[in-house]
């Protein structure tokens, strides 16, 4: 079946680096993917929408100069966190909408970020 | 029983019982509605869906109700098994938003015990 592949699953930093987190659809094409941000014992949060070949489209209070998301092709979309510091430790998660295939919506299965 | 404090609401039940999660969602613009299962560091799964136009769907040992009245849906397991423990979320999409963009529920820790 359809997979979303989330890489790394697991990110140790130390304060003031960045990183990457990369989500890539696998067997099928994404023109939209998604972004959210879990903190322990509490829901998904929407951070944006990440549309291929445009700029994404951010959630109120995300701020999009912290976390860069780019979608250079229908398959892949990368979240940068800029400059983490310890309150960026989160678990990221990443969904993709497939336009090829019957079933349309599919989620990766998250990095875990700890910025020291 | 069922718990609700500071922290993620809680559910216990033995194995075999039935198994009912509650979520209210927050937009009457929603027309879509989800029910995910998410194990410990691990992405959401999806469980089953419904329209707004249903009040009801069922999927093999899951039935989904929706009261868009009150603006509750709910996720019944039956015999549910020590495999159904994890957490619980309902997520809702707006109207006229496309299907990916989802908004969460608080979300429930299923706990079975044998």
């Known amino acids: 079946g359809a997979v979303v592949s989330q890489h790394p699953s697991r990110v140790i930093c130390k304060s003031g680096t960045s990183v990457k987190i990369e989500c890539r659809s696998l067997?099928?094409?994404?023109?939209?993917m998604f972004w959210y941000r879990q903190f322990p014992k509490q829901s998904l949060m929407l951070m944006a929408t990440s549309n291929e070949g445009s700029k994404a489209t951010y959630e109120q209070g995300v701020e999009k100069d912290k976390f860069l998301i780019n979608h250079a092709s229908l398959t892949l979309s990368t979240l940068t966190v800029t400059s983490a510091h310890p309150e960026d430790s989160s678990f990221y998660i990443c969904s993709a909408e497939s336009i090829t295939t019957n079933e349309k919506l599919f989620f990766g299965s998250g990095t875990q970020l700890s910025v020291l | 029983g069922e718990s609700v404090g500071l922290h993620l609401p809680t559910l216990s039940v033995q194995e075999g019982d039935n198994s009912i999660i509650n979520c209210a969602y927050s937009?009457?613009?929603?027309?879509?509605f989800i029910w995910y299962k998410q194990e410990s560091g691990k992405g959401p799964q999806f469980i089953i869906d419904i329209r707004s136009n249903m009040d009801k769907r069922q999927g093999q040992r899951v039935t989904v109700l929706l009261n868009k009245t009150v603006k509750h849906l709910s996720l019944q397991i039956a015999a549910t098994q020590p495999g159904d423990s994890a957490v619980y979320f309902c997520?809702?999409?707006?109207?006229?938003?496309?299907?990916?963009?989802?908004?969460f529920g608080r979300g429930t820790q299923l706990t079975v015990w044998p």
């Open positions: 067997d099928f094409q994404a023109t939209t």
């Open positions: 937009n009457s613009a929603s027309d879509y």
């Open positions: 997520a809702e999409n707006w109207r006229g938003s496309t299907l990916g963009r989802l908004y």
